[in-house]
């Protein structure tokens, strides 16, 4: 500004000061605040244990020299679980220095990834138990980073560190005469022989122990001393004898938390769930044996990191847009506001454009789906509980509660999904969780929650442009690709009406088109009708009389003789290379079904578990005034003709070799409906691959005979029951029908 005119300059006016002070007091906070920090908390440590010498003040004050980790391994698992912690959590961004001790001769034909540091201890080998190694870490910390961190750590090469959580603790840390660890005693057995007075524990070395700068200082001097004094063969132990002989320090009485032990699996496995409240709060891990898993874990983490930081993202832009709404005097008159903001134009909606909730239970997973009586998938429980157990945290916060509410308060449960949106969910918490005063209000509290989905992100990469050719593409048929014979077998059990139906069908479907394929009907007499065998086996003769082409045959299974032994007695009868194609008599399938299992299966490497579209009962519904629904063809995929069952291992196409692979070959004989649920395991244990997908061309027809009250389990007969029609379609009969739909209404 020009001050002939009579103005003030900006270098004279108070902003100029005011900038200034903001300046210099942001400078201070950034620059000089840390520092005196450091200092305060290096006179704090001075002044809880007299030391013979000062100690040397620490060279920087940043995360990066916050802690130095030593990692006990051998030239063993150098490549695996060294390997995998140096990739996971010993990574760049721990808040410290990672460092792998090993024996001398480490590196002699032990393979380990660029950048991992190994320091060979002199005169250390790999013989248990691993004393000397601790002492002469210890050792090599205190005589080279002493005055470079504030906190050594030493932690075994199966153990799992958190490093942000780690970070966060020892800030917390206001002492310095304490050994941090789980506290130990040693076992029942070994109680009075460890050379512990009642009153001593030690830090036991599998969790991990934390040393403050101010222990080891004093113990590095004495360990060789220590060394010369041992009075078991557990080097945890010694270690404790030791900090307490030269430090006066003892362990704390941390018991699990923060370190958590994995008691579930004595091998070192995390194969189970990781939703743990224990392990959410932890800060190391112990054992994970296995490096496979110590990924897991890093994945799982970083998940749980990525969870936080996006939280309070939301948290803040909500904050952003909540002070908006006030500059521009803007309010809203509740929470449900906000939450009905988001448009249900692109998610399932309701006749009135409403978007529908969804009851949640144990039992019922969703009126949308189209298998009936579905649980929720376990995947999806497992995002559920996630879910909620993050929301109730929140409330628990929130409320101050001296515990946190748990997924099994929740009395009532609705969900929806908003597309491109989020899942929405309201639910009730009794009261009485915050609530426990005699005289304070009951009942229940309604909470609405959102689980926005991510911002969707775009990436346009480029690919190489295609060759074009003049050659016209060649016209690829199904009886082009392969003509593999397929050898279908099929076992018997009765039921000669739906024989009869599948008889037709094959024959229009295979045996007209010329497919190459063959039929083996496994018959077994079925107790309530022996003449059944012998017409079946009639009927297949001339069936084979009449198409020479196709090889048709008949076994008819020994007396006694269960389903399982007597496929498995026709499978003997094929070679180890035929394809085989294990199906039902309910199996109805055409010549893309055999095509798919020609493609999908490969011989020692993959076998075909088709998923079969499942028919309902056609002609069950029909009213009480004639009329009757219009009958849906077998193409129809839609939720009134069928639905897609998930458990359903009713077909198998494989090798002879292969099938052998599996042990038994389980199946109800009762057409119940429940079929050998362990295929895929089995497979699984033989190291064959599983290709499972929905095969459009094979259907399982609905067998009315399976319903019967006479079968024993409820189980069974209440699962058979849920599958003769949809759930709309049912709704439509009940409201046709006049007196079911005023059953139990009086007349005036």
């Given amino acids: 500004?020009?001050?002939?005119?009579?103005?003030?300059?900006?270098?004279?006016?108070?902003?100029?000061?005011?900038?200034?002070?903001?300046?210099?007091?942001?400078?201070?906070?950034?620059?000089?605040?840390?520092?005196?920090?450091?200092s305060d908390r290096i006179r704090q440590s001075h002044a809880l244990i007299k030391l013979e010498t000062p100690i040397g003040p620490l060279r920087y004050c940043t995360d990066q020299n916050l802690v130095f980790v030593g990692v006990m391994t051998s030239n063993e698992f150098l490549s695996s679980r060294a390997a995998a912690a140096y990739s996971t959590w010993g990574d760049k961004n721990f808040p410290g220095k990672v460092v792998f001790f090993a024996p001398e001769d480490a590196g002699n034909g032990a393979v380990h990834p660029p950048g991992l540091e190994v320091v060979p201890l002199k005169g250390v080998d790999?013989?248990?138990?691993?004393?000397?190694?601790?002492?002469?870490?210890?050792?090599?910390?205190?005589?080279?980073?002493?005055?470079?961190?504030?906190?050594?750590?030493?932690?075994?090469?199966?153990?799992?560190?958190?490093?942000?959580?780690?970070?966060?603790?020892?800030?917390?840390?206001?002492?310095?005469?304490?050994?941090?660890?789980?506290?130990?005693?040693?076992?029942?057995?070994?109680?009075?022989?460890?050379?512990?007075?009642?009153?001593?524990?030690?830090?036991?070395?599998?969790?991990?122990?934390?040393?403050?700068?101010?222990?080891?200082?004093?113990?590095?001097?004495?360990?060789?001393?220590?060394?010369?004094?041992?009075?078991?063969?557990?080097?945890?132990?010694?270690?404790?004898?030791?900090?307490?002989?030269?430090?006066?320090?003892?362990?704390?009485?941390?018991?699990?938390?923060?370190?958590?032990?994995?008691?579930?699996?004595?091998?070192?496995?995390?194969?189970?769930?990781?939703?743990?409240?224990?392990?959410?709060?932890?800060?190391?891990?112990?054992?994970?044996?296995?490096?496979?898993?110590?990924?897991?874990?890093?994945?799982?983490?970083?998940?749980?990191?990525?969870?936080?930081?996006?939280?309070?993202?939301?948290?803040?832009?909500?904050?952003?847009?909540a002070m908006k709404n006030l500059l521009l005097a803007k309010s809203r008159t509740g929470f449900f506001d906000v939450f009905e903001a988001y448009s249900c134009s692109r998610g399932r909606r309701s006749a009135d454009g409403v978007c529908p909730w969804v009851f949640l239970s144990d039992d019922r997973y969703s009126p949308y789906?189209?298998?009936?009586?579905?649980?929720?998938?376990?995947?999806?429980?497992?995002?559920?509980?996630?879910?909620?157990?993050?929301?109730?945290?929140?409330?628990?916060?929130?409320?101050?509660?001296?515990?946190?509410?748990?997924?099994?308060?929740?009395?009532?449960?609705?969900?929806?999904?908003?597309?491109?949106?989020?899942?929405?969910?309201?639910?009730?918490?009794?009261?009485?969780?915050?609530?426990?005063?005699?005289?304070?209000?009951?009942?229940?509290?309604?909470?609405?929650?959102?689980?926005?989905?991510?911002?969707?992100?775009?990436?346009?990469?480029?690919?190489?442009?295609?060759?074009?050719?003049?050659?016209?593409?060649?016209?690829?048929t199904v009886n082009s690709i392969d003509r593999t014979r397929v050898n279908i077998i099929v076992a018997l059990v009765g039921k000669y009406a739906t024989f009869l139906e599948f008889v037709k069908t094959f024959e229009d479907r295979i045996v007209k088109t010329k497919q190459n394929v063959s039929l083996l009907l496994v018959v077994l007499r079925d107790p309530r009708n022996g003449a059944t065998a012998d017409k079946v086996i009639s009927d297949i003769e001339v069936l084979g009389r009449k198409y020479r082409d196709t090889p048709l045959a008949t076994v008819l299974a020994e007396d006694g003789a269960s389903r399982e032994e007597a496929i498995r007695s026709a499978i003997q009868s094929f070679g180890d290379d035929d394809l085989l194609f294990l199906s039902d008599v309910e199996m109805d399938f055409d010549a893309s079904t055999l095509q798919r299992i020609r493609l999908n299966t490969k011989l020692g490497e993959r076998?075909?578990?088709?998923?079969?579209?499942?028919?309902?009962?056609?002609?069950?519904?029909?009213?009480?005034?004639?009329?009757?629904?219009?009958?849906?063809?077998?193409?129809?995929?839609?939720?009134?003709?069928?639905y897609w069952p998930r458990h359903s291992f009713r077909t198998l196409s494989c090798y002879k070799l292969d099938c052998l692979r599996t042990g038994d070959l389980k199946s109800d004989a009762n057409g119940t409906g429940l079929d050998d649920s362990d295929v895929p395991e089995k497979f699984s244990m033989s190291e064959i691959n599983i290709l499972r997908s929905a095969d459009v061309g094979l259907t399982q027809r609905y067998n009315p005979a399976s319903c019967k009250t006479s079968i024993n389990k409820t189980h069974q007969r209440d699962t058979c029951f849920a599958t003769i029609s949809s759930t709309e379609t049912l709704s439509e009969y009940v409201y046709r029908t006049s007196a079911i739909l005023n059953r139990g209404q009086s007349t005036r």
């Avoid at 001393?225 to 080097?235: A, F, G, N, P, W």
Wanted: with cysteine; charged share 25%; net charge positive.
């Fill in 607 to 642: 076998v075909y578990l088709p998923i079969s579209f499942s028919e309902f009962d056609q002609n069950s519904l029909s009213g009480t005034d004639g009329s009757s629904r219009k009958k849906r063809t077998v193409r129809a995929f839609d939720a009134e003709a069928g």
């Fill in 1 to 38: 500004m020009n001050p002939n005119k009579g103005g003030t300059s900006f270098y004279d006016s108070p902003r100029f000061f005011l900038v200034g002070a903001f300046a210099g007091f942001l400078s201070a906070t950034v620059l000089i605040a840390p520092r005196l920090f450091c």
């Fill in 369 to 476: 789906a189209s298998d009936p009586k579905l649980r929720k998938p376990r995947d999806e429980r497992i995002a559920e509980n996630a879910t909620l157990k993050q929301i109730l945290g929140a409330i628990s916060s929130h409320r101050h509660l001296g515990e946190k509410a748990k997924t099994t308060d929740i009395r009532l449960l609705y969900s929806r999904l908003v597309q491109l949106q989020g899942l929405d969910y309201i639910f009730t918490l009794p009261k009485t969780i915050w609530n426990k005063r005699p005289g304070d209000a009951k009942g229940f509290s309604q909470f609405y929650a959102r689980r926005p989905f991510l911002q969707t992100e775009m990436a346009v990469e480029s690919r190489p442009k295609l060759a074009l050719t003049s050659e016209p593409y060649a016209e690829i």
């Fill in 126 to 321: 790999d013989v248990y138990p691993p004393q000397k190694k601790a002492f002469l870490m210890l050792k090599y910390m205190h005589d080279r980073y002493l005055n470079n961190y504030r906190f050594f750590m030493r932690v075994d090469d199966d153990s799992y560190l958190r490093g942000d959580e780690l970070a966060e603790f020892l800030h917390s840390v206001k002492t310095s005469n304490l050994v941090i660890g789980s506290a130990g005693w040693g076992q029942p057995k070994e109680l009075g022989k460890l050379g512990l007075r009642p009153d001593e524990n030690y830090c036991q070395g599998g969790p991990g122990m934390i040393v403050p700068r101010d222990v080891l200082r004093l113990t590095g001097p004495k360990i060789k001393t220590c060394v010369k004094d041992l009075y078991s063969i557990h080097e945890d132990v010694e270690l404790g004898r030791c900090f307490k002989s030269a430090a006066n320090a003892s362990c704390t009485l941390a018991y699990e938390k923060p370190f958590y032990q994995n008691y579930r699996d004595y091998k070192g496995c995390f194969n189970h769930s990781l939703d743990d409240d224990g392990i959410a709060e932890s800060i190391t891990l112990h054992p994970v044996k296995t490096p496979s898993y110590v990924y897991r874990l890093y994945q799982h983490f970083n998940v749980l990191k990525s969870k936080k930081l996006y939280s309070r993202l939301q948290g803040l832009s909500r904050d952003i847009l």
